[in-house]
Structures are given as C-alpha cells and as structure tokens.
C-alpha cells in the first residue's frame, strides 16, 4: 500500500510540473523535446517505488511442512485413482480384443514408500471368466491377485 502511494504521489508531482513548464516553455518548437523529457521523467517516477518494492520482495519457498505433506499425498491418492482408472481401461479393451466383449474391470492399486504404483488386485465381471482369467493372468502376471467372477 505504500509503495502505491509513493507512486500515485510521483505521478501528481510529476504531473504539476509538466504543466508548469508547458506553462513557462519559450516556443512551440520546443514541444517534442518538452514531451520527450517530460515522459521519460514521469516513467522514471513511477518505476522507482517499483523497483524498491521489488528489491524488498522475495518469495519464500520453503513452504509448510504440513501443507507441502498434504499436497504430496493428495497428489500421490490422485496419480494412484488416475493410473487405476487408465489401467482398467486398458484391461478392458485387451479383454475385448481377446474375445471377451462385455467384462467390467476393477483395480486396487496403491503408491509404494519408494513412489512406485502397485497393482494389489484386478477384479472382473464377464460372461467367460476362465478366458478373462488367462487373459489377466497373461497381462499382469502371477504376482497380482484375479479375481474373475461370472456377470449375471
């Protein structure tokens, strides 16, 4: 608030003096030059109490540990919903190619300490489970839990 007032206070007085010396100015061929240093003194004006203010500026980036936790596993929650939501996708379109048209996929998944994406368990609801099943099985490996349940 002050550095604006420090500028709008330059600008007045920048603004009296123009018209004291438009008043007093000898000819009017002087009338650019008058323009020229009257411009450039009154931009002089106002980015002063800019630049001090500037100077005083700074950001701090350190942020707050509690803030920057909650972003970061905020952030972690919503890559883990993305990539699950993307991954069902998938599964469901290799299903489809493989013959079954009609499955609806489910994953739980969950970030790792080490910000790695795991799989814990696909779920799938179709009308030929065994086909789904080594089709899953064939996909994601022995690692992840399937379980494939016939849709009525």
Same mark, same amino acid.
């Given at each position: ?24 100015? @000898?000819? @009017? ?36 540990? /509690? ?7 905020? /952030?972690?929650? &919503? ?21 079954? @048209?009609?499955?609806? /996929? ?21 009308? &030929? ?18 379980? /494939?349940?016939?849709?009525?």
């Amino acid at each position: 608030m002050e550095r604006m007032r420090a500028i709008v206070l330059s600008a007045c007085a920048v603004s009296l003096l123009a018209g004291a010396l438009d008043a007093i100015r @000898p000819s @009017p061929k002087f009338d650019r030059q008058m323009k020229l240093l009257l411009s450039a003194v009154f931009l002089l004006a106002i980015l002063t109490p800019l630049v001090q203010g500037s100077r005083d500026f700074s950001v701090d980036w350190s942020g707050d540990g /509690v803030f920057s936790a909650e972003l970061t596993e905020t /952030v972690a929650q &919503e890559t883990a919903v993305c990539a699950a939501e993307n991954l069902e996708m998938t599964l469901q379109q290799q299903l489809s190619a493989g013959g079954v @048209p009609d499955a609806k /996929v489910q994953v739980q998944m969950h970030t790792a300490e080490d910000g790695r994406i795991e799989i814990d368990c696909v779920t799938a609801f179709c009308t &030929e489970p065994e086909k789904a099943r080594a089709l899953l099985a064939e996909s994601l490996g022995n690692e992840v839990k399937l379980y /494939v349940e016939e849709d009525s």
